[in-house]
């Protein structure tokens, strides 16, 4: 037997075996013994087989198109066509087990359960077997065409796309240009919109993916053109009740997207201007006769026919929307939040008709309205709506602040002449003027003039950083105190507010992994909500209402006793409290929201996240690599030590060699000269100057004969440096490289250089210990210079004489070890270490932030970027998972309520208005959490900077006297 | 044949089993309960009707 068969034998075995004892289980349950069970077993053995029969080949057929769809990249209709062969099968199983517990059901009391089932047997078991031949045969023919599908396939394909033929084309040697359309949607408001749209648009023919993202308004779509345009993508999204626009760029971009929600928030004012003072009304109508509302309330408001002319006009003005749009939603195969909303004001509005019209007709008689119901229904939804209008135009405020730092004019030379033109208009070599106070238009380099710089906004910096000629300016900074004109080298979509723009918006727009499982539960959610309304209602239709109904009941916050109500009204009820207190809204919310405002806390920060994917690795690290050097070091030399021989003085010895060195175009020569010029010693040029490859320098200078250089150059000129040996050793051993200075013949004393740490870097590694992070550096210098380093830092993890290419290895070899770690990197040349690392963080960017790699870019040069990535990252995520917490805790919650668990102690109903309010509050909690992401402020802001750390920064050392 | 008549047959076909089973009711009840059977099976239906039909006809020669 074929190994493929295998499995879904066993499976199907196993169903059959499962449901039979099922069958015994359930049974035995409600008979007076094992014996009593057997014997119904005996006597309905047919059935019995038949079902289980069924459902082992359901079950079978199911494993084995699994095997077939993983095997061949995968049908997504045929999985749900087979999933739903199985509901219908299952079905059937439970149909016929309650069939069979006709007999037994009496024993615990079940009377009316046992009448309907003896009376219904027949229909039951028709019923009971064709959804079970239903399925197999959806299976089969999902099987069969798979196979078909595969067979016509030269070669394995790619997921075959379900909207035609353009994805074959790679399987036959070709390949066809996607192109993407980027498009703005307003009047989305919850997560199933997205799922429609995305439903929607994906099944369009041609499309071959699309992302909608619900915080920022946007969706991606990709397709073949010719295939499908993107005026029918826009009319697909616009049939279903959506504006949709092609995003624009910068300022435009802002202003469309303010004027389309101002127009939502407008829109939804207006109908609460409607909604409110009418559904008060109602209310009031409502409660006329209680408390002491007889004495303020005219009895009028009371009456029934004015109740229904009050509501009326609440449900076919503000409410009519959710009718219209959740029939273009249906048209094209949607269901969404708009018909929740629409089924539960109809079947409220409807019921509160047939009880004015008809009272005797069995739903609470004329006591039992519900007008309010339908009016504050709708009036809580429009709220709901007004809101999330609100709230999402400041969720994106962090793009709208960057987006207002662009300035509109630039002044410009040009012929001679200084012209204002806009700032979009400025081209690459323009000369531009900047006076005090203006906002600076373009990046450029400095020609001439002096100024500080705020740019705060672009980079974190808190202070305003020193502008002269030849530094580069970022546009959208504030110029403060002097005026200097620059040329322009990046201006449009080049610039680095440009490109910081549109990183953050990337990122916004992207989906997180957890995301995606919110939006999976948020989109098939409306679609098993109706199931679940439905199944509730047709069980309390015929049992629920039978058996547990008490003339006590209740409904919750009104003052309506269902005392008359018939079982339809009583089912009809629960079905639509359901329907209403389900909302998606909240965990469809949960990950956007908190993503946009932890991605643009970042940004405030100089903090550029690629994508949501990469917030939530960064919460997630537990080791980090940092690049030695020019990450944790400058990447150049410095004098760290000077240390001269008995009797001799530190500027005497350092003004020596510098002044030999002045000439000299070696590093460890530039690093003295320089040395020596921080700490204001004039150096002067060498009488004489001669290089020694592989010895140092023979100078004179002042009258003097100078030897700068290592022990060989010594040795050669018989200088005994025995006196010094001992320090020079010392030093050595903290990875520093040693120069020996002779003056006459003598030795005068020694110059230690070595790559100095960058400011902070100390205070970053020890606060990233702290987190827990395990910190290892990376470097090719060798081990001894590489620990010397790791020493001052506080490092332990050493990963030293690592050759660039072999850098991806060693981040490899650590994810290896079950670590999920972070390589921070200049982003250029650790640029493969940066990739491979599950977040790469590309640090001193500066504005050339589109060559950056990495999925974290820190426009700064400072390390501290690192600790406030990963505090950012962690307080986003924490603020995901507690969203998503209250999220489900509300629907987990509330459903079963709603559906009548607790009526059998309590007898209360949830009525349709308490649902609508409980779920405009789990909205209004999810967003009011998200906004606290705003009062979040780094561990390093709330502490004052520290003072160089004496290894680090300390110019002289050691043996200085 | 659209999914919005495959959807409302099968809807319906659910209302009349609603309807059968519901013989021993009020009228009100039996009626109403299939209108509201209906509605919901129509909406539960046309999720997945539509798109397998789309796709079904892309396939077509």
Redesign the interface.
Known sequence: MSRSYSKPIAFGLLGSISLIGLYLGIVRVGSASWPHTVDLLVTDWYLVAAVATGFGIQMGLFTHLRQVLRQNGGVR?AT??AA?GTATSTTSMVACCLHHLAEVLPIIGLSGAAV?FT??KV?VIL?GLATNGLGIGIMLRAIRRHTRAVRTSPRPSPRVS???GTPMLPAIGYEVGRETLQLHISGMSCASCVSSIE?AVG?L?GVARVTVTLTAGTASVEYYPGTVTPAQIKKTIRDLGYEAAERLDGAAALDREREARQREITRQGRWMLVAWPLGFLVMLGTFQAMWILPRFVPEVLGNRLVLFALTTPIVFGPGLQFFVNSYRG??????DMN?LYA?GIG?AYLIAI?NTF?PD???GGPQATFYEAAALLTAFIILGRYLEALTRGRASEAIRKLMSLQPKIARVVRDEAEIEIPADEVEVDDLVLVRPGERIPVDGVVLDGYSAVDQSMLTGESMPVEKRAGDEVIGGTMNKTGAFRFRATRVGRETALAQIIKLVEDAQASKAPIQKLADLVAGKFI?WV??L??AV??FW??LGYDVFFSPQTRLMLTPYTLAGV???GF??LI?VAVLVISCPCAVGMATPSAMMAGTGKAAEHGILFKGADAVEAASRLTAIIFDKTGTLTRGEPAVTDIVPAPGGDVAGLLGLAASAEVNSEHPLGEAIVRGARERGLAVGPPESFEAVPGRGVIARSAGRDVLLGNRKLMADRAVAIDAITGEAERLEGEGKTVMFLAVDGRPAGLIAVADTLKPNSIQAVGLLRRFGLEVAMLTGDNRRTAEAIARQLGIDQVLAEVLPQDKASEVQRLQGAGHRVAMVGDGINDAPALAQADVGMAIGSGTDIAKESGHVVLVKDDLRDVVTTIEVARATMRKVKQNLFWAFVYNAVTIPVAAGLLYTRTYLVVSPEMAAFLMAISSLTVTLNTTLLKRFVPTLRLRPEPKPAGGALAPVAGGQS | MNAGLIGTILALAAAVIFAAAASGSTPVARYGGAAWVFILMWIILMPMLAPWLRRRRMREP
């Not at chain 1, 249906?330 to 269901?335: C, H």
């Open positions: 209709s749900a066509m739903g309907f009376t219904y229909p019923f379900p909207q035609g439903g099944n023919p249906l048209r094209l195969g949607v269901a018909l089924t079947a047939i008809w007709a069995g739903f679609f109706h199931v309304a439905l209602f047709l239709f015929f018939g079982v339809f089912a009809l079905s």
